[in-house]
């Protein structure tokens, strides 16, 4: 019988297509003490908990934003027919490689596919016990290995092999083995490789975006100085046009808002910084993979979420989650950020050490990204919240930035 118990986290991690756009999310299960999959909770009940405490709980739709969402099964829920309780066409079912003997789960997984469902073969490690189930599944994930070109060659058999299957590689840390990899034919990409700036003490910055950085700076100072910011707003016709919009899309009144004043003090202090900030990140990067702009809202609306009964530190949590991805966005160091900015001793110190009250809130979100919730409880503690009220947590603050990016 398969154990329901409370789920304690759920995150998910972005699947990049060759263009570096989002194709999917995979749904991963971790609990508060164990770093990668927990040890001490079987697959079983983490499948159930996946299920029945977040798919069924939050939306398949919320947790994925309209995207596959990729799932790990165990071998009693693939044979009990779990996976019948949400739609095939939002999901991608992962066959984990723990299952010892993978030819007994075939009658099960064709049953499935006969309605629809698609199966991906988790951790690929060619193991002949595979290569039956090898000849069914449409996606095949390979981990990079120490050796990248060993994970390349892998690739390259693989879609010799099987060239109409989807070879999707993991744990992609860097840009140099993204386009290696990418140049080795896989078609999907996982990893926080694009969280990472391209080019360190990158000194030939383009000017436009200086401007942009320059628009931050005023947002980023409490209390707003209305009148500089509506004077830096009026030279982007760009922006002006889209303030409007939202401004008379909020405002109740028959009246219409018709000039940049009128909208920057009708909408108020908060929405007008947050909408500056997102389509000022939006325009700093525009190379950018979208998901790269996504983790940056979700850090910022995590952070202020976690810190809510402060107003003054919820204000500077948000701003620290869009700052945390800005040596990325323009492919600088954080010297150049700090220095551009100006930014406070206490959001430098958060970013550089995660030191104090918000730099345990910004290493709770990166131990969140990465699956790295081994030292989660010292945090916990630090921040006097329990999992449930992280998990909510972080579940608005990725809705946010779904919505806030769609």
């Given at each position: 019988m398969i154990e329901v118990v409370k789920t304690k986290f759920v995150?998910?991690?972005?699947?990049?297509?060759?263009?570096?756009?989002?194709?999917?999310?995979?749904?991963?299960?971790?609990?508060?003490?164990?770093?990668?999959?927990?040890?001490?909770?079987?697959?079983?009940?983490?499948?159930?908990?996946?299920?029945?405490?977040?798919?069924?709980?939050?939306?398949?739709?919320?947790?994925?934003?309209h995207k596959k969402l990729f799932i790990n099964l165990s071998v009693s829920s693939i044979k009990s027919g779990i996976p019948k309780l949400i739609d095939p066409n939002n999901v991608v079912l992962e066959i984990i490689e723990r299952v010892k003997m993978p030819d007994e789960l075939l009658p099960f997984i064709l049953k499935l596919m006969k309605s629809h469902y698609i199966f991906a073969l988790d951790d690929y490690d060619s193991d002949p016990k595979w290569d039956n189930l090898l000849q069914k599944v449409h996606y095949?994930?390979?981990?990079?290995?120490?050796?990248?070109?060993?994970?390349?060659?892998?690739?390259?058999?693989?879609?010799?092999?099987?060239?109409?299957?989807?070879?999707?590689?993991?744990?992609?840390?860097?840009?140099?083995?993204?386009?290696?990899?990418?140049?080795a034919g896989a078609d999907?990409?996982?990893?926080?490789?694009?969280?990472?700036?391209k080019l360190l003490n990158f000194q030939n910055i383009n000017p436009s975006r200086?401007?942009?950085?320059?628009?931050?700076?005023?947002?980023?100072?409490?209390?707003?100085?209305?009148?500089?910011?509506?004077?830096?707003?009026?030279?982007?016709?760009?922006?002006?046009?889209?303030?409007?919009?939202?401004?008379?899309?909020?405002?109740?009144?028959?009246?219409?808002?018709?000039?940049?004043?009128?909208?920057?003090?009708?909408?108020?202090?908060?929405?007008?910084?947050?909408?500056?900030?997102?389509l000022s990140l939006g325009d700093l990067g525009e190379s950018k993979p979208s998901e790269l702009l996504k983790i940056g809202l979700i850090r910022a609306k995590f952070i202020e979420l976690v810190l809510v009964t402060?107003?003054?530190?919820?204000?500077?949590?948000?701003?620290?989650?869009?700052?945390?991805?800005?040596?990325?966005?323009?492919?600088?160091?954080?010297?150049?950020?700090?220095?551009?900015?100006?930014?406070?001793?206490?959001?430098?110190?958060?970013?550089?050490?995660?030191?104090?009250?918000?730099?345990?809130?910004?290493?709770?979100?990166?131990k969140i990204e990465n699956n790295d919730l081994i030292s989660i409880e010292e945090s916990e503690s630090y921040l006097n919240l329990d999992e449930t009220s992280i998990m909510h947590c972080y579940a608005k603050a990725l809705n946010y930035a779904d919505e806030s990016l769609s």
């Open positions: 995150a998910r991690q972005a699947i990049l297509d060759r263009n570096e756009n989002v194709f999917a999310y995979e749904l991963l299960y971790r609990n508060s003490n164990d770093n990668f999959f927990p040890n001490n909770v079987s697959d079983d009940t983490a499948t159930a908990e996946l299920f029945f405490d977040s798919l069924l709980f939050y939306g398949i739709e919320h947790l994925g934003n095949i994930k390979l981990e990079v290995d120490k050796d990248l070109k060993k994970t390349l060659k892998q690739v390259i058999s693989l879609k010799e092999q099987f060239p109409s299957k989807k070879i999707i590689v993991e744990r992609i840390e860097d840009h140099k083995s993204f386009e290696l990899i990418r140049e999907l990409f996982q990893g926080y490789y694009f969280t990472k700036p200086l401007a942009i950085l320059g628009l931050l700076k005023i947002t980023l100072k409490t209390p707003l100085d209305f009148a500089t910011l509506t004077k830096k707003v009026e030279k982007d016709a760009a922006l002006v046009v889209r303030l409007l919009r939202l401004s008379n899309l909020r405002c109740k009144s028959s009246k219409k808002i018709s000039s940049i004043a009128q909208a920057v003090i009708y909408l108020g202090e908060n929405t007008i910084k947050q909408f500056v900030t997102i402060d107003k003054n530190l919820s204000d500077m949590g948000y701003l620290l989650g869009i700052i945390s991805i800005f040596n990325a966005l323009i492919d600088v160091d954080l010297a150049f950020i700090f220095k551009e900015l100006s930014l406070d001793i206490e959001l430098r110190n958060a970013l550089e050490d995660q030191s104090g009250k918000l730099g345990y809130c910004y290493g709770l979100c990166l």
